[in-house]
């Protein structure tokens, strides 16, 4: 059974960045970021494999940047240019082997992290 604990949310203004990290108790496969925001479904953000794989949400590209460190068993996402749409609770996800963008993909979870954007 592996833990997910996810850190580094917070409250910022548009257009400012956060960077949240994930640490994993073990070693993963794939690492992904997924989000949900009051009243909606939890979407898919970014993921990213042992083989350094990177998979992006469309409504992320060219802001949202995915990295891990494989050593540390940690996941990062840094977020630029953030946007009042972004804000959601922020879960880390991983999964032994494989891929996907679907939240059932996935076999691990943490808890989430509050990620709130004025404008």
């Known amino acids: 059974q592996v833990q997910l604990e996810e850190s580094g949310g917070g409250l910022v203004q548009a257009g400012a960045s956060l960077r949240l990290s994930c640490a994993a108790s073990g070693r993963t496969f794939t690492m992904a970021w997924f989000r949900q925001a009051p009243g909606k479904e939890r979407e898919f953000v970014a993921l990213l494999t042992w083989l350094s794989s990177i998979a992006y949400a469309d409504s992320v590209k060219g802001r949202f940047t995915i990295s891990r460190d494989n050593a540390k068993n940690t996941v990062y996402l840094q977020m630029n240019s953030l946007k009042p749409e972004d804000a959601a609770v922020y879960y880390c996800?991983?999964?032994?082997?494989?891929?996907?963008?679907?939240?059932?993909?996935?076999?691990?979870w943490g808890q989430g992290t509050q990620v709130t954007v004025s404008s």
């Open positions: 996800a991983a999964r032994n082997s494989g891929s996907g963008y679907k939240p059932g993909d996935y076999d691990y």
